[in-house]
């Protein structure tokens, strides 16, 4: 999300009678859940005053909710402050605030390699935002305490991941050594960057999981969930103030409620939200393969508002690959999963993701991948190149990949589902589907653009509507029945009937 997303609107409480109210623009960096961070950021201050804009020329404060998830994240992360910088040296604003996951790794190097950058605040000291940004103190939460939501439960392999040292950031110079353990709640602020009629929920936050890849525990802290009553009051809330769409997400969605006793926890949550009026849409992102129970896929099958629709990051199928990754599983475990999913959930979309150049991936474990993205055939795949990281434990492997040779198997792994892909969105051809219509197409405006269930907001391809009755005007946020008239590769062509 960059400054200029028009959607950011706030309805602050104007307390500014004694002093000008300060112009507070966001720039929020990576996935949806840092971009929950903002929302709630930008909710703070909106509560204490502040105006926000989506001109960073306009702005008196400038933040930069950065990503550390990988390099290139980090590099863009920095080229981003570089940028907003500029705004500071000759321009209009007079502060520059970063937050987020580059923080929590980098927090003593942003302060002293960028001196334009006047605070810093972390992903566990959101409320922090208010002293960093110059426009208040931080909010006093209902029970007096300065951290409502300390984490009193967590799981117990949380426990004993932490033994193991795997929330540890000793090998981080500059960064600090606490870990966050913040989570907003149903009355945190929050300003939607979304479109009004769609919206994520964070439901748990952090990771106990053991990737071998993967800094993110080190990031964010240990897993821990929100109350079951506060996401559903959040819901509500949101359903009430016109969103018809509600994705939720966590690191792992799937371990939701665990820290506090929850079986089945996330069918247990679907199943309430699912009663909600006013929800058209759930759907949840980022299940954990092996916590994919039968109860989960019942209640999806249930209901027909929660759409038919997994997220399931597998990262490989090579079960020497996965090991040393620490994920465990393989091709025929997943294959026996994905047949029980698509056997329960009837019409099923299934997307996953994938690491390729894994150290040591040798050219056979890569050729198992591919064979098993041919079989398992994913209505949406994505792959990631491997970025080594420092305190990752895959950073002290040896046989590390060339980059070029990473490169080639990426291109070859998607080039294997782009032919998937396309045979699966041409058989949808002439076939209806409810269309939620998003607005005015991005990429021309003689098109409008939309999604249908199996299309999550902001990662799947896209449905493009050329062609609707004259009597009606189509509406965003509005859900229309349409059918299918063309297929690409990845996107669709619909009509509004
Ligand atoms: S489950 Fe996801 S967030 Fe957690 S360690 Fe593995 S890759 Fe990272």
């Known amino acids: 999300m960059k400054l200029d997303r028009s959607t950011i609107t706030a309805s602050p409480q104007d307390n500014s009678r004694t002093r000008p109210r300060q112009k507070v623009g966001f720039v929020s960096l990576g996935c949806p859940k840092n971009l929950v961070d903002s929302e709630v950021m930008m909710g703070l201050l909106a509560r204490a005053g502040a105006e926000l804009t989506p001109r960073a020329e306009e702005a008196d404060v400038i933040v930069v909710n950065t990503c550390s998830f990988i390099e290139s994240a980090q590099q863009e992360s920095v080229n981003t402050i570089l940028e907003m910088a500029g705004h500071k040296n000759g321009g209009k604003a007079k502060k520059l ?15 002293k390699d960028i001196p334009e950058v006047d605070a810093v605040v972390g992903t566990g000291e959101l409320e922090n935002i208010l002293v960093a940004a110059g426009v208040g ?38 960064a600090v050594a606490d870990l966050p353990n913040y989570l907003y709640d149903d009355a945190t602020p929050r300003v939607l960057a979304t479109p009004a009629h769609r919206a994520y929920i964070k439901i748990a936050e952090g990771c ?63 199943e309430k939200l699912a009663g909600i ?6 759907r949840f992102l980022y299940a954990y393969p092996n916590k994919i129970t039968g109860k989960l896929l019942d209640t999806i099958a249930r209901h027909e508002k929660i759409c038919s629709y997994m997220d399931v990051p597998l ?12 994920r465990g599983g393989g091709a025929d475990v997943f294959l026996r999963s994905i047949a029980k999913m698509r056997r329960t959930v009837p019409d099923l979309t299934l997307r996953t993701s994938f690491i390729v150049g894994f150290p040591g991936e040798t050219e056979k474990e890569f050729e198992e991948l591919c064979d098993f993205v041919r079989e398992a ?14 305190g990752a434990a895959a950073f002290g492997l040896e046989k590390k990949l060339p980059p070029r040779e990473i490169e080639r ?40 653009e939309g999604r249908t269930a199996r299309h999550a907001p902001e990662i799947d391809g896209k449905v493009f509507v050329n062609d609707f009755p004259e009597e009606i005007t189509p509406q965003p946020g509005c859900f229309y029945r349409c059918q299918i008239t063309e297929a690409h590769d990845y996107d669709l062509v619909a009509k509004i009937l």
């Open 97 to 111: 605030v970063v937050a987020g996951c580059l923080v929590e790794r980098f927090r003593d190097q942003i302060r």
């Open 137 to 174: 103190a931080p909010h006093v939460p209902r029970n007096g305490s300065s951290s409502p939501l300390v984490v009193l439960n967590s799981r117990p392999e949380g426990h004993a991941r932490a033994a193991q040292g795997r929330f540890s950031r000793e090998s981080w110079e500059g």
């Open 208 to 270: 106990d999981h053991p990737c071998t890849f993967c800094i993110i525990p080190q990031l964010r802290g240990q897993f821990r969930s929100r109350r079951f009553e506060s996401v559903v009051a959040e819901a509500e809330r949101l359903a009430h103030s016109g969103v018809r769409e509600i994705t939720l997400i966590g690191q792992d969605t799937t371990c939701y409620g665990e820290d506090f006793g929850l079986k089945d926890g996330l069918a247990l949550l679907l």
């Open 277 to 282: 009026d006013d929800l058209r849409w759930i």
């Open 315 to 326: 990262q490989h199928a090579s079960p020497s690959a996965l090991k040393r990754m620490k």
């Open 377 to 390: 055939q994913f209505d949406w795949m994505g792959t990631f190149a491997y970025s080594d990281q420092e």
């Open 409 to 448: 198997r990426r291109k070859h792994l998607m080039a294997i589902q782009r032919q998937i892909s396309r045979k699966k969105k041409k058989a949808l051809v002439g076939q209806e589907y409810d269309l939620l219509l998003e607005g005015e197409s991005e990429d021309t405006d003689l098109l409008l």
